[in-house]
């Protein structure tokens, strides 16, 4: 079953989840929910539980290898610094160009039960940042400082109140 992905404002997203303790089928099944609607969507590579309205440390991320699950995820390890241009699912239309480590250690349990560790740079450890962001109810907006917040809630909210105005070619705030 594909859900409707949460967005900005929905107190969802500002909640801290659980951990999973119990990987039952409802778990198993709600992973495979979790996946139907990220490739629903089409243009997102990771989805956290919340997203879709359920306070669970879980994420699925899919960076065109091969679906990926994780269950009560945590950076252990992290360095370096890298930027990139973060879009977020629930925060449609909006990138925001920010800083972050570039290289992480994600500790945290496979759908087995499993202990799993996976070290990754770039791309897939900024996605592993973001999401574990997700788990405890952070969001882009609460990276930023004040004035970065200001302008990034402005951006949104021009982009939320004309969806289909014509985008130049790919909206970007740079806000180091
Ligand atoms: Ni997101």
Not at 11 to 19: D, E, F, G, N, R
Not at 58 to 76: A, K, R, S, T
Request: hydrophobic fraction near 40%; proline fraction near 6%.
């Amino acid at each position: 079953m594909s859900y409707q992905i949460r967005t900005f404002g929905d107190p969802v997203l500002k909640s801290a989840a659980t951990p999973v303790d119990d990987i039952d089928a409802k778990v198993v099944r709600l992973v495979d929910d979790m996946f139907e609607t990220l490739y629903s969507l089409g243009n997102g590579i990771a989805l956290a539980a919340p997203q879709i309205g359920v306070r669970k440390q879980i994420f699925v991320w899919d960076l065109g290898e091969q679906p990926l699950v994780v269950l009560n995820p945590e950076i252990v390890e992290s360095s370096g610094e890298w930027l990139y241009d973060e879009g977020c699912l629930s925060i449609p239309g909006l990138y925001v160009e920010m800083l972050r480590p570039k290289e992480v250690l994600m500790r945290g349990v496979g759908l087995d039960g499993e202990t799993i560790e996976i070290e990754a740079d770039e791309l897939e450890a900024r996605l592993f940042q973001h999401e574990i962001d997700h788990l405890d109810g952070v969001l882009m907006f609460d990276r930023m400082t004040p004035d970065q917040r200001k302008a990034a809630l402005a951006e949104f909210r021009s982009i939320s109140e004309a969806p289909d105005a014509p985008v130049p070619e790919r909206r970007r705030l740079r806000l180091r």
